[in-house]
């Protein structure tokens, strides 16, 4: 059965500093989705990942996909105070019942 | 392209009311549409997998005569709350997606409170 973990699960910074965010799973998978979801809201596609060693980025966040170690990782350059959400990653594992399987969910706060 | 469209965004109503969640998929087929729910500050719980013109697949320890599932058609899928009592009262959000390897397209959710 696929776990999916995050780490940190609160993380609270300074603008300006740089932080990663880590996601491991526990089974083999092919596919890695990073959301964004702010309070009261519903997710927000970030990232997919489709491959191992997938680098993409947009803006102040990059996100990588090692499928050997079974890790992702999103990574904020110079945080601003508007990346201040909760992201979730989340994957498939490669065989069985296709549902998408979530990591517990990092609160970030970037604080001025 | 690629949006879901979940109605309402709020409902507020008295114990042991029936509520009815919409999920359409505006610009694309949808062949699977899964619900969730989430609690304050917790991540998505998988309540149910629904496949258009199947019967819904739920997950362990969801009631399934507590929450029906209808995917009548490849755009729209229907989660109804029977009965609701507070203890259902949460965050509901609904997804979509093409075929097997495709990404799912959330929903806005809908948050539900049961007085």
């Known amino acids: 059965e696929l776990k999916v973990e995050q780490n940190p699960l609160f993380l609270s910074m300074q603008e300006g500093k740089n932080y990663t965010i880590y996601c491991n799973y526990s089974?083999?998978?092919?596919?890695l989705y990073w959301y964004r979801q702010d309070p009261g809201k519903s997710l927000e596609s970030l990232f997919v990942l489709l491959s191992n060693g997938a680098v993409k980025q947009e803006g102040r966040l990059m996100a990588s996909l090692d499928t050997k170690a079974r890790l992702s990782t999103l990574h904020i350059t110079a945080a601003v105070h508007d990346l201040s959400a909760t992201y979730f990653c989340?994957?498939?594992?490669?065989?069985?019942?296709?549902?998408?399987?979530f990591g517990q969910g990092t609160r970030l706060t970037i604080n001025p | 392209g690629a949006v879901v469209s979940q109605h309402p965004s709020r409902v507020i109503c008295k114990s042991g009311t029936s509520v009815k969640i919409e999920c359409r998929s505006l610009?694309?087929?949808?062949?699977?549409m899964f619900w969730y729910r989430q609690f304050p500050k917790q991540s998505l719980m998988l309540m149910a997998t629904s496949n258009e013109g199947s019967k819904a697949t739920y997950e362990q320890g969801v009631e399934k005569d507590k929450f029906l599932i209808n995917h009548a058609s490849l755009t729209l899928s229907t989660l109804t709350v029977t009965s609701a009592h507070p203890e259902d009262s949460s965050f509901y959000i609904c997804?979509?997606?093409?075929?097997?390897?495709?990404?799912?397209?959330f929903g806005d959710g809908t948050r539900l409170s049961i007085l």
């Open positions: 610009d694309f087929q949808a062949t699977t």
């Open positions: 997804s979509a997606r093409v075929g097997v390897d495709q990404p799912q397209h």
């Open positions: 989340a994957s498939y594992p490669l065989r069985g019942a296709q549902k998408l399987v």
């Open positions: 089974t083999t998978s092919d596919r």
